[in-house]
């Protein structure tokens, strides 16, 4: 599904990602670990296209990410993320955030995907905040949030940086087992 050749990512004079290379089938769990600052993210972000690499190449299902030609948007319609500080737009409400994708990417129906949404926020434990704004939930319910709105775009990748730093050990195993025990990478 995945495959990386000789990844490398700088920064000026700083090498963050130096010859990476990776193969990620169908529904393996990857796990990157390390200490902070070893460049984890930021190849997450690249696998993304979030962060340009300086080199290498990245495909999925055969198709070459970095090759001009290939519709990187849609191919990251097929690929999520789940950010580290959560990155949940702060003027829309819980359910919002669950919604905006599915409805201006996927064409779902805006009934339809509040429907979705909300199951969703009742299986992390959030039905009760769906009118809530970023800025009225804890770090953990902010973390839930960003882990049912990436969900509700049904994605076949999921990276995940960091998804449970800022939830409660409950919460960790309860979202781990929702999503599938962190499907395709970690």
């Known amino acids: 599904m995945i495959k990386v050749h000789h990844l490398s990512k700088t920064y000026g004079d700083i090498?963050?990602?130096?010859?990476?290379?990776?193969?990620?089938?169908?529904?393996?769990?990857?796990?990157?670990?390390?200490?902070?600052?070893?460049?984890?993210?930021?190849?997450?972000?690249?696998?993304?296209?979030?962060?340009?690499?300086s080199g290498g190449s990245i495909s999925v299902d055969g198709i070459d990410l970095l090759d001009k030609k290939s519709d990187v948007p849609r191919i990251r319609q097929r690929m999520n993320m789940v950010f580290q500080s959560f990155n949940l737009f702060s003027h829309l409400t819980a359910l919002e955030n669950l919604t905006i994708g599915p409805i201006k990417l996927l064409g779902i129906n805006k009934q339809e995907a509040e429907q979705k949404s909300l199951e969703i926020l009742k299986l992390v434990g959030l039905a009760e905040k769906a009118d809530s704004f970023p800025d009225e939930l804890s770090g953990?319910?902010?973390q839930r949030v960003a882990i049912a709105r990436c969900l509700a775009m049904n994605p076949e990748i999921i990276l995940f940086d960091e998804p449970t730093s800022a939830l409660d050990p409950p919460w960790s195993v309860k979202c781990w087992r929702l999503s599938g025990g962190w499907p395709r990478m970690a």
């Open 15 to 53: 090498n963050v990602l130096k010859d990476i290379s990776l193969t990620v089938a169908k529904g393996e769990v990857i796990s990157i670990i390390g200490p902070s600052g070893t460049g984890k993210s930021t190849f997450l972000r690249c696998l993304n296209l979030l962060e340009q690499p």
């Open 140 to 142: 953990g319910q902010k």
